[in-house]
């Protein structure tokens, strides 16, 4: 059928991401004019990575998880409270100080970011390990539950000498650069695509797939399903940690269900078991919210204050939005398919065969 | 003295109130063709359930290779609700899982067709050499055990080659033919390196050319592969050519063993399955 040469495939890609480097860099060198669309960039980088660390879980593996929220705080917090300057801390934590501890304790924030993706790691599977060895069915509920006392124990006054409660984090330091983010956020999908494409990537398959079948194949599945889950926490509390990072200033709130379910639409719209699709969804999804921000402001045309455009309204719109989408593209935009040059040219090929055949006088109607 | 593969003693499996293996002992030898046959839900499916590990029997012991894999005794709730014989005779509960017991050297198809659907048929074969392998998630994700995976994709090649999947390896596996399915089924089967195969109705909703093949099929596969072979089937041509010894099973109950000459004139067996099979087909 359509496809192309490996060669021509090849320089596409290194033209794609030559255009994006370049496009980064050219951002980069421009911050104070672009610093809104290097800010929705960064989010959506960050969201990437989470989704594809869900999509690991759910579309690979067929395990359900609702923890994001959760993970992703511990990610940030572990990020927070080890790379804010110690010359700031007084200033943060000026209600009740900071525990004697950790008053002096001051990571580079590649360490900072590693530990905060363990840390993330070793509560899942501290969580993960007695659920997936009953009943996986209720590793949902187990890890809702989880990332709310996660929330409340951050918030907890007894905690407030390492959390800082209810007041929060600031004065974090932000990146150097967005292409720090994009590098950051590329080799973690990329280290997701290897565990994906190894043989343990296909053990995950097999038990998506079929359980029974799996195991009767010699798949330990309380084992890969472990796997599976601590890695998506790490992945998932590398990505809070760069939120922290982005955001610079963080509280209990932010990690709020409402992140797991922006996350969960992300990766059901990408197409569940597409890692193309997650990361095309954070994109798409992070910028729309803001496109729709013209819904927000009342609209006078001609005097004539068009009635529903007020603040809230851009909402309803994006929930209309994902409504269509999840009713007319039920397998999300990429199915279970990764993103190819085919893919792409047999796109084209379609929609103008479709042009074709509406335009009469081609002899396309007399065929169909 | 024979060589003993697969011994089930006094296996008994109830689910709720319905006993739907009923003290079922029975043993394959080394090198053996062996059917398990009988009407449609006499427990035979059940059977090879209990014998991978996929349920715990409710008493009884399952061994292979002389090693207890399995072993039970009506416990909690079972107590007072057992319904079957041997109370009292295993006092030792040993569960080995399925995985486990496929490592063991014990591989099955299943009657419902458990392909990995939506993966190729080169897939589906290597998924089963996963679990030989040495190499940990760290030196495969970051792909330091090559050589292990390309010999794992050979072998797997070269099972294809041998059921005659070869040219099919990158379909879907869900959108083969079902005579197709059941082949690759085998082929992921042999992929684990058993030395006893599970065959639960190798031959449902094959054509008759297909049936015809799946004679040679299974000793070809006995012979190559030095396997035994413990299969359930109702294409009763099939099962008289091929095994060595028949068990027959009726609501969960042995009624007769032998070779096929013997088991085929047994008045028990034609009242409860061979008189009914040849009026239903
Ligand atoms: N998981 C189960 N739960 C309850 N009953 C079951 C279960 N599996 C099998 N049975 C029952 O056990 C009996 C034997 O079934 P099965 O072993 O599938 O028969 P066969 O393979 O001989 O046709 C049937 O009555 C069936 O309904
Ligand atoms: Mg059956």
Redesign the pocket.
């Given at each position: 059928m359509m496809s192309m040469k490996p060669r021509t495939k090849h320089i596409l890609s290194i033209a794609l991401a030559a255009a994006v480097i370049a496009m980064l860099l050219y951002l980069d060198s421009n911050k104070a004019q672009y610093s809104y669309s290097i800010a929705i960039l960064e989010r959506s980088a960050i969201y990437a990575v989470v989704a594809v660390s869900m999509n690991l879980l759910t579309g690979f593996t067929g395990l359900f998880s609702l923890g994001q929220a959760g993970f992703m705080a511990i990610g940030a917090y572990t990020v927070g409270i080890l790379t804010i300057p110690v010359e700031a801390r007084p200033n943060v934590y000026y209600i009740n100080g900071i525990a004697e501890p950790l008053a002096n304790v001051n990571l580079p924030f590649w360490a900072a970011l590693i530990l905060g993706g363990l840390m993330a790691a070793l509560v899942g599977g501290l969580i993960g390990i007695p659920v997936l060895r009953l009943k996986s069915d209720y590793l949902a509920i187990a890890t809702l539950g989880f990332s709310e006392i996660i929330r409340a124990l951050i918030a907890a006054p007894q905690l407030d000498r390492i959390t800082n409660g209810s007041y929060g984090l600031k004065s974090i330091p932000a990146f150097s650069s967005i292409l720090q983010v994009f590098g950051i956020a590329a080799l973690c999908i990329l280290i997701m695509i290897l565990v994906i494409n190894s043989s343990y990537g296909r053990a995950f398959k097999a038990i998506r797939e079929d359980e029974t079948a799996a195991e009767a194949m010699g798949i330990n599945l309380f084992k890969h399903k472990s796997m599976s889950f601590v890695i998506s926490c790490f992945f998932t509390g590398i990505s809070g940690g760069l939120l922290a990072v982005f955001m610079r200033s963080i509280d209990s709130k932010t990690f709020q269900v409402n992140l797991t379910y922006d996350i969960l639409l992300i990766v059901v719209l990408g197409g569940l078991g597409s890692i193309t699709g997650s990361v095309l969804a954070s994109f798409l999804m992070t910028a729309g919210r803001e496109w729709l921000r013209f819904f927000d402001v009342p609209l006078v045309i001609g005097g004539f204050s068009v009635p529903l455009f007020r603040n809230g309204f851009r909402m309803v719109i994006f929930s209309l939005i994902l409504m269509a989408v999840v009713l007319y593209y039920r397998k999300g935009l990429m199915g279970n398919k990764e993103f190819s040059w085919d893919g792409i040219l047999r796109f084209f090929y379609r929609i103008a065969g479709r042009l074709r055949r509406k335009t009469p006088g081609n002899g396309g109607e007399a065929n169909a | 003295m024979p060589d003993n593969v697969l011994h089930l003693a006094d296996v008994t499996?109830q689910?709720?109130g319905?006993v739907?293996?009923n003290n079922l002992s029975l043993e394959v030898n080394r090198g053996e063709i062996v059917a398990l046959i009988?009407?449609?839900?006499?427990?035979?499916?059940?059977?090879?359930?209990v014998a991978t590990g996929v349920?715990a029997p409710t008493n009884g012991r399952v061994s292979f290779n002389g090693e207890t894999i399995v072993s039970n005794f009506p416990q909690g709730k079972m107590k007072k609700m057992y319904a079957g014989e041997n109370r009292g005779k295993y006092t030792d509960v040993v569960r080995k899982t399925p995985d486990v017991i496929t490592k063991l050297g014990i591989a099955r198809t299943f009657?419902n067709i458990r392909l990995f659907k939506n993966l190729t048929v080169f897939e589906n074969v290597l998924i089963a050499k996963h679990m030989n392998m040495k190499a940990g998630l760290f030196l495969s994700t970051c792909m330091i055990n090559y050589k292990e995976e390309r010999e794992m994709r050979r072998q797997s090649t070269e099972l294809l080659e041998i059921v005659g999947l070869a040219e099919l390896r990158s379909e879907i596996s869900g959108s083969l033919p079902y005579g197709q399915q059941r082949r690759l089924e085998i082929a992921r089967a042999l992929a684990t390196e058993p030395s006893l195969l599970l065959l639960?109705?190798p031959a449902a909703g094959m054509n008759p050319q297909e049936t015809n093949d799946l004679t040679s099929f299974i000793y070809q596969l006995r012979d190559d592969f030095h396997l035994t072979i413990f299969m359930?089937e109702h294409h009763m041509n099939l099962v008289m050519e091929i095994s060595d010894r028949i068990y027959v099973?009726d609501f969960?109950k042995l009624i007769a063993a032998g070779t096929p000459s013997e088991v085929q004139n047994n008045q028990r067996v034609i009242d409860a399955y061979l008189g009914v099979a040849e009026d239903g087909e």
């Amino acid at each position: 059928m359509m496809s192309m040469k490996p060669r021509t495939k090849h320089i596409l890609s290194i033209a794609l991401a030559a255009a994006v480097i370049a496009m980064l860099l050219y951002l980069d060198s421009n911050k104070a004019q672009y610093s809104y669309s290097i800010a929705i960039l960064e989010r959506s980088a960050i969201y990437a990575v989470v989704a594809v660390s869900m999509n690991l879980l759910t579309g690979f593996t067929g395990l359900f998880s609702l923890g994001q929220a959760g993970f992703m705080a511990i990610g940030a917090y572990t990020v927070g409270i080890l790379t804010i300057p110690v010359e700031a801390r007084p200033n943060v934590y000026y209600i009740n100080g900071i525990a004697e501890p950790l008053a002096n304790v001051n990571l580079p924030f590649w360490a900072a970011l590693i530990l905060g993706g363990l840390m993330a790691a070793l509560v899942g599977g501290l969580i993960g390990i007695p659920v997936l060895r009953l009943k996986s069915d209720y590793l949902a509920i187990a890890t809702l539950g989880f990332s709310e006392i996660i929330r409340a124990l951050i918030a907890a006054p007894q905690l407030d000498r390492i959390t800082n409660g209810s007041y929060g984090l600031k004065s974090i330091p932000a990146f150097s650069s967005i292409l720090q983010v994009f590098g950051i956020a590329a080799l973690c999908i990329l280290i997701m695509i290897l565990v994906i494409n190894s043989s343990y990537g296909r053990a995950f398959k097999a038990i998506r797939e079929d359980e029974t079948a799996a195991e009767a194949m010699g798949i330990n599945l309380f084992k890969h399903k472990s796997m599976s889950f601590v890695i998506s926490c790490f992945f998932t509390g590398i990505s809070g940690g760069l939120l922290a990072v982005f955001m610079r200033s963080i509280d209990s709130k932010t990690f709020q269900v409402n992140l797991t379910y922006d996350i969960l639409l992300i990766v059901v719209l990408g197409g569940l078991g597409s890692i193309t699709g997650s990361v095309l969804a954070s994109f798409l999804m992070t910028a729309g919210r803001e496109w729709l921000r013209f819904f927000d402001v009342p609209l006078v045309i001609g005097g004539f204050s068009v009635p529903l455009f007020r603040n809230g309204f851009r909402m309803v719109i994006f929930s209309l939005i994902l409504m269509a989408v999840v009713l007319y593209y039920r397998k999300g935009l990429m199915g279970n398919k990764e993103f190819s040059w085919d893919g792409i040219l047999r796109f084209f090929y379609r929609i103008a065969g479709r042009l074709r055949r509406k335009t009469p006088g081609n002899g396309g109607e007399a065929n169909a | 003295m024979p060589d003993n593969v697969l011994h089930l003693a006094d296996v008994t499996m109830q689910f709720g109130g319905v006993v739907a293996v009923n003290n079922l002992s029975l043993e394959v030898n080394r090198g053996e063709i062996v059917a398990l046959i009988g009407p449609n839900g006499a427990g035979k499916t059940t059977a090879f359930n209990v014998a991978t590990g996929v349920y715990a029997p409710t008493n009884g012991r399952v061994s292979f290779n002389g090693e207890t894999i399995v072993s039970n005794f009506p416990q909690g709730k079972m107590k007072k609700m057992y319904a079957g014989e041997n109370r009292g005779k295993y006092t030792d509960v040993v569960r080995k899982t399925p995985d486990v017991i496929t490592k063991l050297g014990i591989a099955r198809t299943f009657q419902n067709i458990r392909l990995f659907k939506n993966l190729t048929v080169f897939e589906n074969v290597l998924i089963a050499k996963h679990m030989n392998m040495k190499a940990g998630l760290f030196l495969s994700t970051c792909m330091i055990n090559y050589k292990e995976e390309r010999e794992m994709r050979r072998q797997s090649t070269e099972l294809l080659e041998i059921v005659g999947l070869a040219e099919l390896r990158s379909e879907i596996s869900g959108s083969l033919p079902y005579g197709q399915q059941r082949r690759l089924e085998i082929a992921r089967a042999l992929a684990t390196e058993p030395s006893l195969l599970l065959l639960d109705e190798p031959a449902a909703g094959m054509n008759p050319q297909e049936t015809n093949d799946l004679t040679s099929f299974i000793y070809q596969l006995r012979d190559d592969f030095h396997l035994t072979i413990f299969m359930i089937e109702h294409h009763m041509n099939l099962v008289m050519e091929i095994s060595d010894r028949i068990y027959v099973l009726d609501f969960g109950k042995l009624i007769a063993a032998g070779t096929p000459s013997e088991v085929q004139n047994n008045q028990r067996v034609i009242d409860a399955y061979l008189g009914v099979a040849e009026d239903g087909e």
